[in-house]
T-cell receptor, first 112, second 113 residues
Framework: KQEVTQIPAALSVPEGENLVLNCSFT??????LQWFRQDPGKGLTSLLL?????REQTSGRLNASLDKSSGRSTLYIAASQPGDSATYLC???????????FGSGTQLTVLP | DGGITQSPKYLFRKEGQNVTLSCEQN?????MYWYRQDPGQGLRLIYY???????QKGDIAEGYSVSREKKESFPLTVTSAQKNPTAFYLC????????????FGAGSRLTVL
């Protein structure tokens, strides 16, 4: 069964710092990988989706990369802001949405 | 604006009671999903429905039941058979059963007293 691991579980950085969140998966037969943001007590908001044929996707200050050979994806956040504080989850898709496997998330705190 | 509405946001239940969580979408999406989220864990799939009047068990369906009588609605009942129901419940939808881009509701937090 696919496993998705996110390390670290929590991260605290000062405002303005560039940071990287990590996501690793065990099955290289990936369809796509998504990064989500979750604010406390809220639902998930999709940030970036990387298809298996792609190596990275960018949206504003966010850049997500995918390395299938090593089973890793990273989410890079440039010039972090306090408003970036949230939990970031990655989800591995081996097919349709019913086959999504979620990581447990990294809780990010950006200190002003 | 199109989206998913979950209600109630907070729900308290006594042991032995069944409770129903509501999920309504106006996105005209065919597929709908229920997930459970526990602290420090990823989302786990409870049930999903690809089309009206059809639904399938996910990874942790025991103690839960669903119905899909209308395209817009996918309510989840947490029964007394669910041994540890205290959790955050998330409803999601996708445009088609084969799509894997999900839109999520804001969630419902269930606490068993």
């Amino acid at each position: 069964k696919q496993e998705v691991t996110q390390i670290p579980a929590a991260l605290s950085v000062p405002e303005g710092e560039n940071l990287v969140l990590n996501c690793s998966f065990t099955d290289s037969a990936i369809y796509n990988l998504q990064w989500f943001r979750q604010d406390p007590g809220k639902g998930l908001t999709s940030l970036l989706l990387i298809q298996s044929s792609q190596r990275e996707q960018t949206s504003g200050r966010l850049n997500a990369s995918l390395d299938k050979s090593s089973g890793r994806s990273t989410l890079y956040i440039a010039a972090s802001q306090p408003g970036d504080s949230a939990t970031y989850l990655c989800a591995f898709a081996s097919g349709s949405a019913r086959q999504l496997t979620f990581g447990s998330g990294t809780q990010l705190t950006v200190l002003p | 604006d199109g989206g998913i509405t979950q209600s109630p946001k907070y729900l308290f239940r006594k042991e032995g009671q069944n409770v129903t969580l509501s999920c309504e979408q106006n996105l005209n999406h065919d597929a709908m999903y229920w997930y459970r989220q526990d602290p420090g864990q990823g989302l786990r799939l409870i049930y999903y429905s690809q089309i009206v009047n059809d639904f399938q068990k996910g990874d942790i369906a025991e103690g839960y039941s669903v119905s899909r009588e209308k395209k817009e609605s996918f309510p989840l009942t947490v029964t007394s058979a669910q041994k540890n129901p205290t959790a955050f419940y998330l409803c999601a939808s996708s445009m088609s059963p084969g799509a894997n881009v999900l839109t999520f509701g804001a969630g419902s937090r269930l606490t068993v007293l």
